[in-house]
């Protein structure tokens, strides 16, 4: 992985959280960013930044090149969290964190559910994966800017679509973008009188309904920057189908979004414990909503747990053992198509999962887990498939 990011007679060390995992062609930063950094250099005075705001900055690269005007830095990810951390220490600064591990100074972090800074004087926002997010980020962010704030985003020219200069068209006001340049391109827009004053609401979170495989009908709520907002995925609903726990069980819903499968295991046995464990903040809170709406009773037998994996977990030595690890792992981080964060989960379930335990795996029939299930575990039985996804089970020996 390239570390090394020399730019504008500065020189930076920055890594993607977690370092040892990531492919060699991989780094923290992009054109993107380096658009952003020359147009706010070269166009926006020192004392403009007195009370800036930094959004979606993936692995913190924003955030450790601005950490001089002390911004506020806003993200959903864990793992954008841990890598600001990582790389403010790389380079040099004193860091200082709250009490749930999110960088305090030099640059004050805050997670998806926080709400933003008032009058912010320039607002970055690196354009996210999912257009739910930037669109509840946009009216939150106009809850609190005033005519007197400059907006910026960025991003690859081909994530900058006519869906998203909409949204800032809808949201903020006259909208204009620069040429592009190295495949990226800045989006600048104003925030308008009229725009302002419109109160608007948050679509989000949004609510649908389901009927678990014992017959019970659930309401699920998702936050922005949930996947699948809108409905059950079709990993999920193969796993559901099959997915058998006991009351004895700790279960962990590993990469919960939304806690589907923990909210099943919850009412298929009473008196099973959950932790719910996600890399995003909106899917903890989606996960907790929908236990504390449908299960409010067993709400003290579930944890919520913002962790990279299951590293979070290691340190918590009060959980009980845990019996069954269910995930769907993603096979992309940001725009990068990836197998590590599979290969960690399975690595990080044998190692937390009690002796008998299992790690049940759903994922798309391409990925091979077989063959990396079999060669970390020692072997792997088939549960169920169809033409698209399989489920694995793995047994810790």
């Not at 806003?74 to 600001?84: E, M, V």
């Amino acid at each position: 992985m390239n570390t090394t990011f020399l730019f504008r007679e500065r020189e930076l060390h920055l890594i993607r959280y977690p370092a040892q995992s990531q492919h060699v062609s991989l780094q923290a930063w992009d054109s993107a960013d380096e658009l952003l950094i020359d147009y706010i250099t070269e166009s926006i005075t020192p004392a403009r930044l007195h009370n800036m705001v930094i959004i979606n900055d993936d692995f913190g690269t924003l955030g450790c090149w601005f950490a001089e005007v002390s911004p506020h830095w806003l993200s959903d990810s864990w793992i954008a969290h841990r890598s600001l951390r990582e790389n403010l220490l790389a380079n040099g600064q004193a860091v200082q964190e709250t009490e749930e591990k999110l960088v305090r100074l030099p640059v004050t972090a805050t997670n998806g559910m926080s709400p933003m800074p008032e009058s912010p004087s320039v607002v970055v926002i690196k354009i996210p994966r999912t257009l739910n997010l930037l669109e509840h980020q946009l009216i939150e962010l106009m809850k609190v800017a005033t005519p007197h704030t400059t907006i910026i985003a960025a991003g690859k020219v081909k994530s900058i679509t006519r869906n998203v200069l909409n949204l800032f068209e809808k949201y903020v006001g006259p909208v204009t973008t620069s040429l592009a340049k190295k495949k990226s391109r800045l989006i600048f827009a104003t925030p308008t009188q009229e725009k302002l004053a419109t109160v608007q609401r948050s679509p989000f979170p949004i609510v649908w309904h389901h009927s678990l495989p014992d017959g019970q009908r659930i309401s699920v709520s998702n936050h922005a920057n949930v996947f699948s907002g809108q409905s059950l995925d079709i990993g999920a609903r193969i796993m559901l189908e099959h997915l058998q726990v006991e009351p004895s069980d700790h279960v962990v819903d590993l990469g919960c979004g939304n806690g589907i499968l923990g909210l099943s295991a919850l009412s298929s046995a009473s008196g099973v414990k959950v932790s719910f464990v996600d890399e995003s903040f909106m899917a903890l809170a989606s996960a907790e909503k929908n236990v504390q709406d449908n299960f409010p009773a067993q709400l003290s037998d579930c944890r919520f747990i913002a962790s990279n994996c299951l590293e979070e977990l290691f340190e918590q030595t009060h959980l009980p053992p845990v019996t069954k690890v269910v995930c769907n792992p993603p096979f992309h981080q940001q725009s990068a198509i990836t197998d590590h964060i599979a290969w960690q989960m399975f690595h990080d379930s044998k190692r937390l999962l009690t002796q008998g335990g299992h790690l049940i795996v759903v994922g798309n029939r391409h990925l091979d887990y077989h063959a990396k299930l079999k060669r970390l575990f020692g072997g792997v039985k088939l549960i169920a498939s169809n033409h698209k996804f399989v489920i694995l089970c793995a047994a810790k020996r």
